[in-house]
C-alpha cells in the first residue's frame, strides 16, 4: 500500500488542473485548488459538478457527489498554508515564465517533505526550478481527461530523488493509475511524442488534400481505434511478423512527414478562431451543442473505453503476478 497524501494543492485550474483535482478528492484527498481569478475557479468547480453529476464517478468509489466537493477548497493565489501541504502539482499554463515564478515561490514556502509533481506536457522543468526544489520535483504527466485516463508519466530530473518517484508512485497507484516510470527527461515523454509523430502525418494528409479530416477520423476508428487496446503499439509488430515489417521498411519509399510541424491548415483555421469544441468549430462544426454536453457525451463513451480496459489491464497484471 502507498502512503496516503492526505492534502494536496493543485495549482491551475483549467483543462488539467480542476480534472486532477476531482481525481485526487475522489481519491479521499483533501484538495487546495488554486487559481488565479474566481472566475476560473467558479468554471473549474461548475465543471467538476457537472462531470460528478454527468458521470456518477463519485458511486465508483461508494461515495455522494456532495461529499466528494466538500474536498475540494477552491484558493485564489497561494496562501501562506503551503507548509501544511504533502503534494503540490503544478497544472500552471506551458509557459516557463509562469512555471519559473511558481518554482521560486514554492521554494520559498514549501514544507521541506512536500513533493511538486508538474504536469507539464513537454518543459524541461528541472531547469526552471531553484536548488531546494530539485530533489523532491519530478514530472507527472497526466493525460486529458485526468478523472478517466489512467495513465501517468513519471519523468525524474537529473537531480530528483529516487525516493520521492517512488513515493509518488505508490501513491497514486492506490488511485488505480498507470504510472510508467521513464528513466530520464525527453519533450513529450512516451505517448505526446507518439501523438506528435501521429499528427505530423495527419496534418500532412490534409494539407496536401490527400484525405478529408473526416476520413482520416473513420479509417483510425475503424482500424487503430480498434487494434491499440488489444496489441499495443510495440506487440502488434509481433503479430505482424517482424521480418514483414522490416520489408516494408526496406520497401517502397513512404517518405513520412518530417522537419517541421507547421501545418498551414492548422495555422489558417487558427486565425479563424476555429479552436474545436470550445468555439464551436475546429475541424468539424459543433456549433448548436454546448460544451458541456459534447464533454459529457465524449467522456460517457471514453468511460466505457477505460473499464473494458481496465479489465485486461488488472487480468494482464495479475498473470504477471
Ligand atoms: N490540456 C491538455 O490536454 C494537457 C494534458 C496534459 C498536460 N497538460 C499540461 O498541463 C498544464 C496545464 O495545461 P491546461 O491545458 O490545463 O491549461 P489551462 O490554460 O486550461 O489552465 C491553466 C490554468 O493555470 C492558471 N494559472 C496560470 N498561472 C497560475 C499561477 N501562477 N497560479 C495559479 N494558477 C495559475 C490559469 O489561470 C489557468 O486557469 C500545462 O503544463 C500543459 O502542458 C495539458
Request: glycine content about 10%.
Amino acid at each position: 500500500m502507498g502512503e496516503k497524501f492526505k492534502t494536496v494543492t493543485v495549482i491551475g485550474a483549467g483543462t488539467m488542473g480542476h480534472g486532477i483535482g476531482l481525481l485526487f478528492a475522489l481519491g479521499g484527498c483533501s484538495v487546495r485548488l488554486v487559481d488565479l481569478s474566481r472566475e476560473r475557479l467558479d468554471r473549474a468547480l461548475k465543471l467538476i459538478e457537472s462531470h460528478l453529476d454527468g458521470l456518477k464517478l463519485h458511486r465508483e468509489y461508494g461515495l455522494e457527489a456532495d461529499a466528494v466537493l466538500a474536498r475540494i477548497t477552491p484558493e485564489c493565489g497561494l496562501d501562506e498554508s503551503l507548509p501544511g501541504v504533502d503534494l503540490v502539482v503544478e497544472a500552471v499554463v506551458e509557459k516557463a515564465a509562469a512555471k519559473r515564478e511558481l518554482f521560486q515561490h514554492l521554494g520559498r514556502r514549501l514544507g521541506a517533505d512536500a513533493l511538486v509533481a508538474s504536469t507539464t506536457s513537454y518543459m524541461d522543468v528541472f531547469s526552471l526550478a531553484p536548488e531546494g526544489l530539485q530533489a523532491r520535483l519530478l514530472i507527472a504527466h497526466f493525460y486529458n481527461p485526468a478523472y478517466i485516463i489512467p495513465l501517468v508519466e513519471l519523468v525524474p530530473g537529473p537531480k530528483t530523488d529516487p525516493a520521492a518517484v517512488v513515493r509518488l508512485r505508490n501513491f497514486l497507484e492506490t488511485l488505480k493509475l498507470t504510472c510508467i516510470s521513464m528513466k530520464k527527461y525527453i519533450p513529450g515523454f512516451i505517448i505526446n511524442r507518439l501523438q506528435r509523430a501521429l499528427g505530423r502525418e495527419i496534418f500532412h494528409l490534409i494539407d496536401a488534400g490527400i484525405a478529408d479530416p473526416a476520413e482520416i477520423d473513420r479509417a483510425a476508428k475503424a482500424s487503430l481505434a480498434i487494434r491499440l487496446p488489444v496489441m499495443g503499439v510495440v506487440a502488434r509488430y509481433d503479430f505482424a511478423g517482424l521480418d514483414a515489417t522490416l520489408n516494408n521498411i526496406k520497401g517502397e519509399p513512404v517518405h513520412l512527414a518530417s522537419g517541421s510541424d507547421r501545418s498551414p491548415t492548422l495555422e489558417r483555421l487558427v486565425a479563424e478562431g476555429r479552436l474545436g469544441v470550445k468555439t464551436g468549430r475546429g475541424f468539424f462544426d459543433w456549433s448548436g451543442r454546448e460544451l458541456e454536453d459534447l464533454l459529457r457525451q465524449r467522456d460517457l463513451r471514453l468511460l466505457q473505453v477505460r473499464r473494458l480496459m481496465q479489465e485486461w489491464i488488472d487480468r494482464d497484471a495479475r498473470k504477471g503476478d
